[in-house]
């Protein structure tokens, strides 16, 4: 598959792809850590351009991939035509993930990249690929360190490549999910210090899947003990509050989270603010 632009890009954005296609092309084959999110597709997509069978993207399958986000994943790799593959992470068997510590991050990707590592070798030396961009660096991502120790390489951060450029460029090679929301793993709706579960996970997992079959496609559950807060973009909560002042539809939605095991469930009248819980962090 070759992609065409279906728009004009500026000048500097046409020149990181084209030093993006070089450096792929060069690579003898890869391996990319795929979540199926904006940044990683687009890596495997050119991936797949360039090096045709010689790339192959890797989904890391555990309780705290949303279930939904697993089949966008597959679906997504079958329209690049990059082969894909799922393995299972134990990352809930090791305490410094579970017990949920300020850089929990960093034992998720260790987990991930040993298990990438040998794939890697097995391939034939490939290189392991992240979807890493250039705002990433100025974010609290303790899971780079773990990239950085395995030589995981990022090639839209080495290329000075921001969030937006990669979904400029996404939508300028006609990638469907250009605009596709930001979703971090469910172990993010956890405050730090509270621990993490396979239960845990697949409660939220469950309360965020509910609000999205009543229409709310982009939404968190933040977990707080056994209480749940709903946390939706500031541009949706007048259609919430107003939505939920009708009792059968409030009644519904308390009903359907206290069925969960939640014991009481809230609406985050700040809305839905990406990496809110790094404010409590020690």
């Not at 329209?79 to 017990?99: K, Q």
Request: net charge neutral.
């Amino acid at each position: 598959m070759s992609f065409s632009l279906l728009e004009a890009l500026p000048a500097d954005l046409e020149a990181a792809l084209s030093s993006l296609r070089r450096q792929l092309a060069a690579f003898p084959r890869v391996v990319v850590a795929y979540s199926g999110g904006v940044d990683s597709t687009l890596v495997a997509a050119l991936a797949v351009e360039q090096l045709a069978e010689r790339a192959v993207a890797i989904t890391g399958v555990s309780p705290a991939l949303a279930p939904h986000l697993r089949q966008e994943a597959a679906e997504q790799a079958r329209w690049l035509g990059i082969a894909h593959r799922e393995i299972p992470t134990a990352e809930l068997a090791d305490p410094a993930y579970a017990s949920n510590p300020s850089d929990r991050c960093y034992a998720c990707k260790r987990e991930l990249h040993q298990l990438l590592a040998p794939i890697a070798a097995a391939a034939g030396a490939a290189l392991v690929l992240d979807g890493v961009n250039r705002d990433d660096l100025d974010d609290h991502r303790p899971g780079l360190r773990a990239a950085r120790e395995f030589g995981v390489r990022s090639p839209l951060a080495e290329l000075q490549i921001d969030k937006a450029g990669v979904r400029r460029l996404s939508r300028a090679m006609g990638l469907p999910w250009w605009d596709k929301p930001a979703q971090p793993c469910l172990a993010s709706r956890f405050p730090y210090g509270e621990p993490i579960t396979a239960t845990g996970l697949r409660r939220v997992a469950a309360a965020e899947d509910w609000l999205r079959q009543q229409g709310w496609s982009e939404v968190r559950v933040r977990s707080q003990g056994s209480a749940a807060r709903i946390e939706l973009p500031a541009a949706r909560l007048a259609a919430a509050l107003d939505a939920w002042r009708d009792a059968d539809q409030r009644g519904a939605l308390v009903a359907a989270f206290l069925q969960l095991g939640f014991t009481a469930v809230a609406l985050d009248l700040e809305g839905l603010v990406s990496g809110k819980l790094n404010r409590e962090r020690p």
